[in-house]
């Protein structure tokens, strides 16, 4: 029994670094356009989406350092676990490109984080629920924004279009593992803490195919889907993120300001 | 041909609104109007050179029910729907507003710097003119 209780405490503690790890490193991602926007406006309301995320973020770290007790705070979460140990998707990883791809990156993320967070506004663990309920006014801005972004350059010039062909080319394979199940996501439904992710497929791709629609692009048929990134197993790209990330607390350990 | 001048918010009517790629290179999306794009000058007070396909919005934002909408600054967008995105991001940031206005910059008309001395200094000497000699109640406030 006591086994039992404590392999449930691992889930939901891998569920909230999960949780944490997504918006941390799109987090992280969109925040590399800081001062390199294509317009200071855009500039900025990328740096505040970056900043909705880092604060998504920090909740969820807050949480699981609590969980995980032993004198772990959000910054040790943050800065001193190593890249197995993370436990986000691929898709948040994926490096900016042109603007066509962060754009897009955004919105299959946000739609995703928009369905997830409404589901986990009811969850049954309070902290999760309350954390998701805040942060779902943030996300609806997100999608609204890449949303008509995306519309944007899709139905915009021939060059625009293209480049958001090209975008959908390079993420669409990272789409698919949102929605297959990690052994924690699925300890989570069973509980009553999360949703069946499985389910929120068909809500996804309904909205993204309305706002591709739009936009004049079109949807790619679900195939082969890149995976791991959930059980720990990145792609190239996170090594390098850590490295900028944590570069200041594993050069200079206990560091503040 | 006479030179008209161009004030702060002015911008020559028939100039371009195409709008620049986001990654920089000089092309149109979706405007729906295709400008004379070789008209400005140095006269488009207030468009810097690489921004000159998104045209100039100007922000007005009411920090609460109640008051006036108050002039905040101006941003580019391609369009309406962006100009209040923007503004939402830069002047709504640190819980300035409740609700945005935003027009176009060329339909503000400004009045001419030159007519300065006509248009206001009449006013100096007609101190009558001020409602300073009334007693406000103190719960009034914003007047």
Same mark, same amino acid.
């Given at each position: 029994?006591?086994?039992?209780?404590?392999?449930?405490?691992?889930?939901?503690?891998? =569920?909230?670094? &999960?949780?944490?790890?997504?918006?941390?490193?799109?987090?992280? /991602?969109?925040?590399?356009?800081?001062?390199?926007?294509?317009?200071?406006?855009?500039?900025?309301?990328?740096?505040?989406?970056?900043?909705?995320?880092?604060?998504?973020? /920090?909740?969820? =770290? +807050?949480?699981?350092?609590?969980?995980?007790?032993?004198?772990?705070?959000?910054?040790?979460?943050?800065?001193?676990?190593?890249?197995?140990?993370?436990?986000?998707?691929?898709?948040?990883?994926?490096?900016?490109?042109?603007?066509?791809?962060?754009?897009?990156?955004?919105?299959?993320?946000?739609?995703?984080?928009?369905? #997830?967070?409404?589901?986990? $506004?009811?969850?049954? !663990?309070?902290?999760?629920?309350?954390? %998701?309920?805040?942060? #779902?006014?943030?996300?609806?801005?997100?999608?609204?924004?890449?949303?008509?972004? *995306?519309?944007?350059?899709? !139905?915009?010039?021939?060059?625009?279009?293209?480049?958001?062909?090209?975008?959908?080319?390079?993420?669409?394979?990272?789409?698919?593992?949102?929605?297959?199940?990690?052994?924690?996501? $699925?300890?989570?439904?069973?509980?009553?803490?999360?949703?069946?992710?499985?389910? #929120?497929?068909?809500?996804?791709?309904?909205?993204?195919?309305?706002?591709?629609?739009?936009?004049?692009?079109?949807?790619?048929? $679900? @195939?082969? %889907?890149?995976?791991? @990134?959930?059980?720990?197993?990145?792609?190239?790209?996170?090594?390098?993120?850590?490295?900028?990330?944590?570069?200041? +607390?594993?050069?200079?350990?206990?560091? +503040?300001? | 041909?006479?030179?008209?001048?161009?004030?702060?918010?002015?911008?020559?009517?028939?100039?371009?609104?195409?709008?620049?790629?986001?990654?920089? /290179?000089?092309?149109?999306?979706?405007?729906?109007?295709?400008?004379?794009?070789?008209?400005?000058?140095?006269?488009?007070?207030?468009?810097?050179?690489?921004?000159?396909?998104?045209?100039?919005?100007?922000?007005?934002?009411? $920090?609460?029910?109640?008051?006036?909408?108050?002039?905040?600054?101006?941003? &580019?967008?391609?369009?309406?729907?962006?100009?209040?995105?923007?503004?939402?991001?830069?002047?709504?940031?640190?819980?300035?507003?409740?609700?945005?206005?935003? *027009?176009?910059?060329?339909?503000?008309?400004?009045?001419?710097?030159?007519?300065?001395?006509?248009?206001?200094?009449?006013?100096?000497?007609? *101190?009558?003119?001020?409602?300073?000699?009334?007693? #406000?109640?103190?719960?009034?406030?914003?007047?």
């Amino acid at each position: 029994m006591q086994g039992k209780f404590n392999k449930l405490k691992d889930h939901l503690l891998t =569920y909230v670094l &999960h949780l944490a790890d997504n918006a941390l490193i799109i987090g992280h /991602r969109d925040s590399e356009w800081c001062g390199h926007g294509p317009v200071l406006e855009q500039d900025i309301a990328i740096t505040n989406i970056s900043l909705d995320h880092i604060g998504q973020a /920090r909740n969820f =770290y +807050q949480y699981a350092a609590l969980l995980k007790g032993n004198g772990a705070t959000e910054d040790s979460l943050a800065y001193l676990r190593y890249e197995r140990d993370f436990r986000n998707c691929l898709l948040a990883e994926q490096p900016n490109g042109d603007w066509a791809q962060t754009i897009l990156r955004q919105f299959f993320f946000s739609t995703y984080q928009w369905l #997830l967070y409404s589901e986990l $506004s009811h969850s049954r !663990d309070e902290q999760i629920a309350a954390i %998701s309920n805040k942060a #779902l006014k943030e996300v609806t801005y997100h999608l609204r924004w890449s949303s008509e972004w *995306v519309i944007r350059l899709g !139905d915009g010039t021939e060059e625009s279009h293209t480049r958001m062909l090209n975008a959908i080319s390079e993420l669409w394979p990272y789409t698919g593992e949102l929605f297959i199940p990690a052994d924690y996501e $699925s300890a989570a439904h069973q509980e009553g803490i999360g949703p069946d992710i499985k389910l #929120l497929k068909g809500l996804w791709e309904n909205k993204v195919r309305e706002v591709f629609d739009e936009a004049g692009l079109p949807v790619p048929p $679900s @195939g082969y %889907s890149q995976s791991g @990134g959930k059980q720990g197993l990145h792609s190239e790209y996170m090594g390098y993120i850590l490295a900028e990330l944590q570069y200041l +607390q594993r050069t200079y350990p206990q560091n +503040q300001w | 041909m006479t030179t008209r001048k161009f004030y702060y918010g002015d911008i020559p009517e028939d100039a371009g609104t195409g709008v620049p790629d986001p990654v920089g /290179r000089a092309t149109s999306i979706n405007t729906g109007k295709q400008g004379n794009k070789n008209i400005r000058t140095e006269n488009t007070v207030g468009v810097s050179a690489d921004k000159k396909d998104w045209p100039l919005w100007e922000v007005f934002i009411r $920090s609460k029910q109640g008051l006036d909408h108050k002039h905040m600054g101006s941003l &580019h967008a391609a369009d309406a729907e962006m100009a209040i995105e923007n503004a939402r991001d830069v002047y709504t940031r640190r819980m300035e507003g409740v609700s945005i206005w935003v *027009v176009e910059s060329r339909y503000i008309h400004a009045s001419n710097p030159d007519d300065a001395e006509s248009f206001y200094e009449p006013a100096n000497d007609k *101190v009558y003119r001020h409602p300073t000699f009334y007693e #406000l109640p103190d719960e009034l406030k914003h007047m």
